[in-house]
């Protein structure tokens, strides 16, 4: 099929990839010309596996750049909306970009266009889509407007994309819903999976990709229910592990007692610093304001927004409490990415903790495997840059552990209690065991689970530990 995808963002940039290694021609449009400039030269402007090489197998080819947005529409059949739908000050959504994008794809509908919303917006969007694109002039019957919610997790966005868990299309006639099956018809039918060229299956794949058709407001919902229930068991978790430091137990036990419950499972159990990134913040913030517009005063989001931002507060009181005072203490840090595989540094946890230390007068050098230069541009302040984990930890105060990137789970531990000027581990991931830390001479400080030291571990570990 011949698809425009509008916005070269995240989503955009992904799906377009995406779609095109599915076989389909796919024009990517969008307004900003060094960005366009730099995706025809071959750069890639996100850190996302598998990316560079989808982008280097169709570009020119199965896979377009453009700015004429009008362009694009009169030669495809399907229109995926992936523009930024950024909080405004009440929380809810911004949807002028949308509401611009509908406006200049009217004149472009010369036969019949199936406009589908791919941002993640609120419920009633597809209304206003299609009630723009008709006081623009457009012919009622040569369009349809679908919502397409994707559900991607950075890092490992185009293996979601490609064996997605579940395929959300919500489509208001049944013309549109057959031609939303088309566009996905390589996974739905699985011969995309019998390609030797089809990108590496990971675990837990649902193939083939099962699709589920409802309306446009319930697909709407899906979406922005979705975010809000991960959310909602992140700071769930959260708040336990707050308890079990209180009580002694260890959160770990807690959470494979509570994750083998086949109700509940184990995955978003993993107790740390909080959510970030683009989705979770904004789109609890979204769906929250989208429930008052409706009558309802959702109060459960209040609360996980606010255990989301006290997970923070914990951890900088933990940090003071192992150090006693912070101006002018030397910290490593390793981590700044909102999340592990990914260079997105946006309402990340990490980012936020690195400021409020520097604001508290400590001296911080940072490690990042992908960050980093985002980092730079966004931080004026006095932070240092090591090149790897271990220059991070060289002569530090103590080692502060922010992202669950693979590398830092799998450190040497003997060379990082070398490098430190004192051998302080504060793990705001719980990467490692406290006991094997201990082992290894390390005061270890994680989230909901004792802190462990040196003294008094038994001999037998001390001798034998290795890393958890």
């Known amino acids: 099929m011949r698809i425009a995808v509008v916005g070269s963002g995240y989503v955009g940039l992904v799906a377009g990839a995406c779609f095109a290694d599915l076989g389909h021609d796919v024009i990517l449009v969008d307004n900003d010309e060094r960005k366009l400039a730099a995706l025809k030269n071959g750069d890639v402007p996100i850190h996302e596996k598998f990316l560079p090489e989808l982008l280097g197998r169709h570009r020119g080819h199965r896979l377009q750049f453009s700015n004429d947005l009008q362009e694009a529409v009169r030669a495809s059949s399907v229109i995926f909306v992936a523009v930024g739908t950024p909080p405004t000050d009440r929380g809810d959504a911004d949807l002028s970009y949308v509401e611009s ?146 009580v002694g137990a260890n959160v770990n036990q807690v959470c494979h007692g509570i994750g083998t419950d086949t109700r509940i499972g184990p995955r978003f159990l993993n107790p740390g610093i909080g959510y970030g990134g683009s989705c979770f913040p904004k789109d609890v913030l979204a769906f929250r304001a989208v429930a008052r517009e409706c009558g309802y005063d959702f109060r459960l989001l209040d609360e996980v927004m606010r255990i989301n931002e006290d997970q923070r507060d914990r951890f900088l009181r933990k940090v003071r409490s192992a150090l006693w005072t912070l101006r002018g203490k ?92 004192y051998p302080i581990v504060i793990d705001g991931r719980n990467l490692y065991d406290p006991d094997v830390m201990a082992a290894h001479g390390f005061t270890y400080y994680s989230v909901g689970r004792a802190a462990s030291h040196p003294d008094g571990v038994p001999a037998a570990l001390r001798n034998g530990a290795k890393k958890a």
């Open 101 to 246: 994008v509908a406006r200049e794809i009217t004149g472009a509908i010369d036969e019949y266009k199936v406009i589908v919303e791919k941002s993640t917006v609120p419920v009633y969007t597809s209304e206003w889509v299609r009630k723009i694109i008709l006081r623009n002039g457009a012919d009622p019957n040569a369009f349809d407007v679908a919502s397409n919610p994707e559900f991607l997790r950075e890092g490992t966005a185009v293996t979601d994309f490609l064996f997605p868990d579940r395929i959300v299309v919500g489509c208001d006639t049944q013309r549109a819903a057959d031609v939303l099956r088309e566009v996905y018809a390589p996974l739905t039918s699985g011969s995309y999976y019998e390609r030797t060229d089809a990108i590496p299956q990971p675990d837990r794949a649902s193939i083939p990709a099962p699709i589920i058709v409802t309306s446009t407001k319930s697909a709407e919902l899906i979406k922005h229910a979705s975010n809000a229930f991960l959310a909602m068991k992140i700071s769930f978790i959260n708040a336990v592990a707050s308890v079990c430091e209180s």
């Open 330 to 421: 030397h910290l490593g840090v390793l981590g700044l990415a909102f999340k592990g595989g990914t260079d997105d540094i946006r309402e990340s946890p990490a980012l936020f903790l690195v400021q409020a230390l520097l604001q508290e007068g400590c001296k911080i050098t940072a490690f990042d495997p992908a960050a980093m230069e985002r980092t730079q541009e966004a931080i004026s302040s006095n932070l240092k840059f090591a090149n790897s984990a271990y220059e991070a930890a060289s002569g530090a105060d103590a080692l502060l552990i922010l992202t669950e990137w693979e590398e830092f789970a799998n450190l040497d531990l003997d060379r990082l209690n070398r490098e430190l000027k």
